[in-house]
């Protein structure tokens, strides 16, 4: 304490002309007050604190309460905004899911009937090539049966010529003498006909 | 002179002016009210002069602030409080400026004169018992009359309850001026320390360190009692206008 006391007492004549200089007259602060409690400055602290404060207060209830307000509910706003946004997006999208997945099991059912009416009809389009072909293939045998049986009958019928042939021929030569065909016919329906 | 840790808190005229016998002189006082005003004020209105919807770092300061102080009102008074928003936000922002203006050295700190806290509490009581009376007439004076308590003790209750109304203004104020005040005489006597005992050859150099270290820690403490007081002024501010709006216990 003793730096403080000295330089105290120093600051006593200050004080003490000031107060004179102040407020003359006054006399609650005699000598040297301590300052917060020197009330011959109480009345331009007052004055100055209301002017200050009171503009101070003019200028945050006029200006920037509303101004940091109508920031702060823009911001609230833009996000709910953008929240309810982005709500319907998700919702939009989920719609879009839910209707390709209904379009890819309704394409799938059509592929698959498709699939089936193609079969089936591949299917009936080959029974009818093959009972075409089979009934084709029918009426080529039963004309090769017809023509074999012709064949055979027309060769059956060459065959008594020939024997014909043959005979007299074979009577000519061992025997020297000649036949008749009619002779020779005779002989061979004989012959063939025991 | 410089150091006289009372020296700090003197009231010098800059501009000499009288009215009516009244000295009503500008003031190094007033040149700081002006000051913190300004700064308050044109701290919160160039951050947000922009109006982002993304904010910058001093814009989200100012926001911080706008809300910190709305959700203290609205926790201490209710949704019905807000209408009184522009008032607790000017005292908090003024008395926190004020605090923090006062740590610059050379500074006058306009918060260590007991008329000023004085006013700005009286500022708010006022407001409390004008609000009061107006909205809820003489069932304003609910608020002295605690529910449930025994006939016999009454008369004692409303008693301390009225003492207890009437003694807030004075707790208000001192304990914001006292705070101020003290912890700039503290800081002040420690750096005298300092400078002093640096004076006194090498032991006192060394010597000196301890109150260096001292006068270091008791500025973070002081930046923390400017935000404190000024926060507490605040919240207290907010309880008594919730009496104002809510006389009932």
Known sequence: MFVVTPAYAESNPTEGT????????????????FPPFDQSTFASQLLWLAITFGLFYLLMSRVIVPRIGGILEHRRDRIAQDLDEANRLKEEADNA???YEQELAEARKKASAIAETAREKAKAAA????????AELAAKMADAEKSISAIKAKALGDVDAIAEDT???LVKHLLGGSLTKAEVAAAIRAASGK | MANDPISQFQIKNIVPIEIGGLDLSFTNSSLFMVATAAAAAGFLFLTTA???LVPS?????SEMSYEFVASMLRDGAGSQGMRFFPMV???FMFILVANLFGMFPYFFTVTSHIIVTFALAMLVIGTVVVYGFWKHGLHFLNLFVPSGVPGLLMPLVVMIEVISFLSRPISLSVRLFANMLAGHITLKVFAGFVVSLGGMGALGIGGAILPLFMTVALTALEFLVAF???YVFAVLTCMYLNDALHPGH
């Open chain 1, 18 to 33: 000031h107060s004179e200089a102040g407020a003359p007259g006054g006399d609650a602060h005699g000598g040297g007050a």
């Open chain 1, 97 to 99: 899911i839910a209707a």
């Open chain 1, 127 to 134: 029974d009818a090539e093959r009972s075409t072909s089979e």
């Open chain 1, 167 to 169: 005979a007299s021929d």
């Open chain 2, 50 to 52: 922009n109006r982002g």
């Open chain 2, 57 to 61: 770092r001093l814009q989200s300061i």
């Open chain 2, 89 to 91: 936000f000017s005292l």
């Open chain 2, 228 to 230: 404190l007081q000024a």
